[in-house]
């Protein structure tokens, strides 16, 4: 039992980092700069949590904030809570308002996203993000044992659910607080900052998109934004986005 804690802990951890830090603020915002090599560790993490094609879920969140709790947002709980949740996984390909080619000028000639991404097919990709999950499991299986494997495997279905709650709940007025005034409903939630490594804040973080840190108040405790601090005081980031008291976001780069 011991054992399966231990693995499902630290899986889930570094797994939610991987979705927090690869492919939401690097990816999707460019609220920090690194390495390819370190972006390419933090997406893979997230990648094994089968999140899916970078550049698909990169250019679904940045619809998602340029439509926000419209009837263009690909999964506002103002037009449904089953649709906001996973009924907007139903359809194959991007909606008519959303295109990669356009939005995500910057992701699809990586040519590692480009093989993810499958030529633009969510079942696709989805699929493929699948069968590598499972081989990466059967690896982990065959070198530290089938307890090790099914807890990894359980860590990442938990990871997989954070940002499909985090779209409901974050957007669901009466579950949270705001720090900002705001045209749309988003709010942020303690206990889904602690699940998320920091994305509770999800008000914050749409005052502020580009900035890598979304924890604005003291007691706005964000994981995410302390590893990518680290990151820059150990030379693996270089240019941090972060948003000051005056709401705007500066660039730290020394
Ligand atoms: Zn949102
Ligand atoms: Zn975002």
Request: net charge neutral; glycine share 8%.
């Amino acid at each position: 039992m011991t054992e399966f804690l231990t693995v499902f802990l630290i899986s889930y951890v570094l797994h939610a980092l991987g979705v927090t830090i690869g492919y939401h603020r690097l990816l999707s915002h460019r609220s920090f700069s690194c390495p390819r090599i370190v972006e390419y560790f933090w997406v893979m993490l997230g990648y094994l949590a089968f999140e899916g094609s970078p550049i698909w879920w990169a250019t679904i969140h940045r619809a998602h904030h340029r439509h926000v709790d419209t009837s263009l947002d690909p999964h506002s709980p103002k037009f449904g809570y089953y649709n906001a949740h996973v009924g907007w996984l139903a359809g194959d390909g991007y909606a008519s308002h959303i295109d990669p080619a356009i939005q995500s000028k910057d992701l699809i000639n990586d040519p590692l996203y480009s093989v993810l991404e499958q030529g633009g097919s969510w079942r696709r990709a989805h699929i493929t993000a699948f069968i590598i999950g499972v081989v990466f499991r059967l690896f982990v299986l065959v070198v530290f044992g089938w307890v090790a494997a099914i807890a990894s495997l359980l860590a990442a279905v938990a990871v997989l659910q954070i940002p499909l709650l985090l779209n409901v709940i974050c957007h669901f007025p009466r579950l949270g607080y705001k720090n900002y005034a705001r045209d749309d409903d988003s709010v942020n939630v303690w206990w889904v900052a602690v699940l998320a490594m920091g994305e509770g804040w999800h008000n914050n973080h749409h005052a502020f998109p580009g900035s890598a840190k979304t924890g604005m108040q003291p007691w706005e405790f964000d994981l995410s934004w302390q590893i990518i601090k680290l990151m820059k005081k150990v030379g693996m980031a270089s240019r941090l986005n972060v948003a000051v008291p005056n709401n705007t976001i500066v660039s730290v780069t020394d």
